[in-house]
């Protein structure tokens, strides 16, 4: 995963990074209903994991994002060029391991590497990461659970990878199949602004899927 340092001399969000990487607890998080229907017709008709599948638009529409690709880095600030995602895959005996997923590639590819990198987390995996860690995303579910709000641990500090969450989805009073969706990001990297952005990017992702 490839990444350029920011210029901090010239970046309009310089005294904003300092402010808020001063704080003891710089995370921002929003939760939004994100109407999931069609995603769920797509996962039928190709006969796929919607975790699979979600993590894939999620990935996606965070790409798209400039900020949320950022991390805090040697003191600066690091943009990669595209982030992978490091999930949990659920095993038999309750507890769980982490799975490192790409998302540069088409649906075909993705599904199949997907679907092959789970099976080996599965059989061998462990709460050790297998990627470069700070070029990633964080991403975890809670499909037992209709949310409202939900907070996560961080390490604290500098540390800056995002964290995206989602909860089961129920249908609302006109059928249409409604998930929560959290995102928590560094506010020395992040603001509103960008948030809003990456749920504008999940609903571009879901309007385009190709059945």
Known sequence: MN???????????????????SLQNPMMGVTVNV?????????????????????????????AVPELRRRIHGGGIAEYDACGTSHVELLENGTYVYCTLFHDMGWDEYLSCAEAARRRSREGGSIEEDADV?????????????????IQPTAGGDESNPRISWGRFEADHRGRL????????HHALVDGLQAARFYENIDAELAALQF
């Open 3 to 21: 990444y350029r340092m920011i210029d901090l001399e010239n970046d309009p969000r310089r005294a904003h990074f300092e402010y808020f990487r």
């Open 35 to 63: 109407d999931v229907t069609a995603l769920r017709e797509f996962c039928r008709a190709r006969g796929c994991s919607f975790y699979l599948a979600f993590m894939h638009v999620a990935a996606r529409a965070a790409n």
């Open 134 to 150: 700070e070029g990633l995303y964080f991403v975890t579910s809670l499909p037992w659970l209709h949310y409202v709000q939900l």
């Open 178 to 185: 409604m998930m929560p969706v959290t995102l928590m990001a």
